[in-house]
């Protein structure tokens, strides 16, 4: 996305590469009650979203019915990697929406498939402060998590926010060189359901 300012979904869309939101870009992206998806099968590490910038998500349909949804519909490949609905490098907001990711089988073994996956490591992208806040929608993720927070910096903040909405599975919070990296995780609203049988945890 090269422009910036609010973009309104018309209709069902089908995705065939990701979207990447710049640096230097804010978007807001109204889901209006349309599915943006994707199914694509990967060997190494994907998003379906990539904001570097700053990007809100809302859903202005009601009752809403707008959703992100992607599946990763490979077999896992052989070495480990995210794959993700929405990998977030920036600031990056919910309102509204239901943000999914439907990967199962190999692919939750070795792809670790999130619904949004936040942090403030990038091999590719420059990363500085990262934010996260959930105001409304649903996170979701049948098979894996539906947060990771993968706080990887020992400059940098990795911070995320819920005050609202629905968590469905876990949110895992993860500290590769702990007490010595910034992150925090502040809970303040919002429900947390378990679904297939997975822990509704932060852990």
Same mark, same amino acid.
């Given at each position: 996305?090269?422009?910036?300012?609010?973009? @309104?979904?018309?209709?069902?869309?089908?995705?065939?590469?990701?979207?990447?939101? +710049?640096? #230097?870009?804010?978007?807001?992206?109204?889901?209006?009650?349309?599915?943006?998806? /994707?199914?694509?099968?990967?060997?190494?590490?994907?998003?379906?979203?990539?904001?570097?910038?700053?990007?809100?998500?809302?859903? $202005?349909?009601n009752p809403s019915?707008?959703?992100?949804?992607?599946? #990763?519909?490979?077999? &896992?490949?052989?070495?480990?990697?995210?794959?993700?609905? *929405? /990998?977030?490098? &920036?600031?990056?907001? *919910?309102?509204?929406?239901?943000?999914?990711?439907?990967?199962?089988? /190999?692919?939750?073994?070795?792809?670790? +498939?999130?619904?949004?996956?936040?942090?403030?490591?990038?091999?590719?992208?420059?990363?500085?402060?990262?934010?996260? #806040?959930?105001?409304g929608g649903t996170?979701?993720?049948?098979?894996?998590?539906?947060?990771?927070?993968?706080?990887?910096?020992?400059?940098?903040?990795? #911070?995320?926010?819920? $005050?609202?909405?629905?968590?469905?599975?876990?949110?895992?919070? /993860?500290? +590769?060189?702990?007490?010595?990296?910034?992150?925090?995780?502040?809970?303040?609203?919002g429900t947390f359901?378990?679904?297939?049988?997975? @822990?509704?945890?932060?852990?």
């Amino acid at each position: 996305v090269n422009v910036g300012g609010e973009v @309104t979904v018309l209709q069902d869309i089908t995705l065939t590469e990701g979207i990447v939101i +710049p640096a #230097d870009k804010t978007v807001t992206l109204d889901l209006a009650g349309c599915t943006v998806k /994707q199914e694509k099968a990967q060997t190494t590490g994907y998003a379906m979203i990539t904001n570097v910038g700053t990007l809100t998500i809302k859903d $202005s349909s009601n009752p809403s019915t707008g959703k992100l949804s992607y599946k #990763d519909t490979g077999d &896992g490949g052989d070495g480990s990697f995210a794959s993700n609905t *929405i /990998q977030n490098h &920036g600031h990056l907001t *919910i309102l509204g929406g239901r943000i999914e990711n439907l990967s199962e089988g /190999q692919v939750v073994e070795v792809g670790y +498939p999130h619904a949004i996956d936040h942090g403030n490591y990038s091999k590719v992208y420059t990363v500085g402060d990262v934010t996260l #806040d959930i105001q409304g929608g649903t996170i979701s993720n049948a098979h894996y998590s539906a947060i990771r927070m993968f706080c990887n910096s020992t400059t940098y903040r990795c #911070d995320a926010t819920i $005050s609202g909405g629905t968590i469905e599975n876990a949110i895992d919070f /993860q500290l +590769p060189n702990a007490g010595k990296l910034l992150g925090s995780l502040t809970i303040t609203g919002g429900t947390f359901n378990n679904i297939n049988g997975k @822990t509704t945890s932060v852990r």
